[in-house]
T-cell receptor, first 112, second 111 residues
Framework: GENVEQHPSTLSVQEGDSAVIKCTYS??????FPWYKQELGKGPQLIID?????GEKKDQRIAVTLNKTAKHFSLHITETQPEDSAVYFC???????????FGKGTTLSVSS | NAGVTQTPKFQVLKTGQSMTLQCAQD?????MYWYRQDPGMGLRLIYY???????DKGEVPNGYNVSRLNKREFSLRLESAAPSQTSVYFC??????????FGSGTRLTVV
């Protein structure tokens, strides 16, 4: 069935370093790939998304890249700050009109 | 603008009890979803409603039922709670083929 794999499960970086989280998906027909940030005790919040007709998208310190041939997409956070510490989830929509399938999450810790 | 509102925020049930988790959105979204979040398992889809009047099973529907009451409201019912249903439950809404807005979650413990 449809699947999204996310790596690593935990990531620790120093403040100011970059962080990269990678996801792979199983269905080449997938067309929408969002990323969510979840802070402790809260619901996930959409931080950036990309569609299958775009290779890269940036929003200030965060960027997402998509490689359709390899069926993987990545989240890049530059100049990390302590407030970036959270759980990050990738997701994919495999068919129009269906629900998102989520990866298992990455716990990012940024130490100052 | 409240977004997605879930009630209750916390609940403790005894095995075999029933309860309904409520979810309402004020963004005029067509689609609504219920997920459960367990440690190390990510977010798993229980049921979703692509539009008012339709519901579909997700990855883990057993032990649950849903009702899309109207465009705003989508409830999740546990008919006979089991300890395996101890989890954090999230409701979300979206326009079709766009990203979700999540509620703040319901933390359910079944003892």
């Amino acid at each position: 069935g449809e699947n999204v794999e996310q790596h690593p499960s935990t990531l620790s970086v120093q403040e100011g370093d970059s962080a990269v989280i990678k996801c792979t998906y199983s269905d080449s027909a997938s067309n929408y790939f969002p990323w969510y940030k979840q802070e402790l005790g809260k619901g996930p919040q959409l931080i950036i998304d990309i569609r299958s007709n775009v290779g890269e998208k940036k929003d200030q310190r965060i960027a997402v890249t998509l490689n359709k041939t390899a069926k993987h997409f990545s989240l890049h956070i530059t100049e990390t700050q302590p407030e970036d510490s959270a759980v990050y989830f990738c997701a994919a929509r495999f068919q129009a009109g269906t629900a998102l399938i989520f990866g298992k999450g990455t716990t990012l810790s940024v130490s100052s | 603008n409240a977004g997605v509102t879930q009630t209750p925020k916390f609940q403790v049930l005894k095995t075999g009890q029933s309860m309904t988790l409520q979810c309402a959105q004020d963004m005029n979204h067509n689609s609504m979803y219920w997920y459960r979040q367990d440690p190390g398992m990510g977010l798993r889809l229980i049921y979703y409603s692509a539009s008012e009047g339709t519901t579909d099973k997700g990855e883990v529907p057993n032990g649950y039922n849903v009702s899309r009451l109207n465009k705003r409201e989508f409830s999740l019912r546990l008919e006979s709670a089991a300890p395996s249903q101890t989890s954090v439950y999230f409701c979300a809404s979206s326009d079709l083929n766009y990203g979700y807005t999540f509620g703040s979650g319901t933390r359910l413990t079944v003892v």
